[in-house]
């Protein structure tokens, strides 16, 4: 089992990122996909979360109308698209899959917003 995630960087306050999470070795579209955030200090929260088929997704209050949780089952890819980045977006992102007891992490891309 992998989850391997992409797309972490350095961006300026205001910039985007796409964030993509790829699967491998389990069934990909059975599983709710989440992507969760560290900064610095803190601990691991929620970030935003998407049902196997897409139709029920939830944000964290901290990100809606600014983060977008995508996924492609035919990719085995779930995507987070990041806009209006704030310092304090700053961050390791993960990605989490899980189904019933059964969850997998992903290493982390480390996410920086700074001017």
């Known amino acids: 089992v992998q989850l391997v995630e992409s797309g972490g960087g350095l961006v300026q306050p205001g910039g985007s990122l796409r964030l993509s999470c790829a699967a491998s070795?389990?069934?990909?579209?059975?599983?709710?996909m989440s992507w969760y955030r560290q900064g610095p200090g803190k601990e691991r929260e929620l970030v935003a979360s998407?049902?196997?088929?897409?139709?029920?997704?939830n944000y964290a209050d901290s990100v809606k109308g600014r983060f977008t949780i995508s996924r492609d089952n035919a990719k085995n890819t779930v995507y987070l698209q990041m806009t209006s980045l704030k310092p304090e977006d700053t961050a390791v992102y993960y990605c989490r899959a899980t189904r019933l007891w059964v969850e997998y992490w992903g290493q982390g891309t480390q996410v920086t917003v700074s001017s």
């Open positions: 070795g389990f069934t990909f579209s059975s599983y709710v």
């Open positions: 998407i049902v196997n088929t897409g139709g029920s997704i």
